[in-house]
């Protein structure tokens, strides 16, 4: 869940990911081109591609991870 104005600053993962916007609206940052997201909508990336997001409204995101990923590292880029 990100609150309206949160953002999660550039990073990248070693393993493929996808985005899914349960609710809410945000601005999904990749190489340097925004995705304007809405609720149902759904973006996945492959493996090191620099993303960031800026929550527009409080938001409910679920991301997945490729099996092979470190929880520490997640956790590490949600505190950055």
Do not use: W
């Amino acid at each position: 869940m990100f609150k309206a104005g949160q953002i999660m600053k550039e990073h990248q993962t070693t393993y493929p990911i996808t985005v899914e916007l349960f609710d809410g609206t945000l601005d999904f940052g990749v190489d340097g081109a925004i995705h304007h997201l809405h609720k149902g909508d759904i973006l996945t990336l492959e493996a090191n591609v620099p993303h960031d997001l800026k929550a527009l409204s409080d938001c409910i995101v679920r991301l997945t991870l490729a099996k092979g990923d470190l929880v520490q590292r997640v956790v590490g880029v949600a505190k950055s």
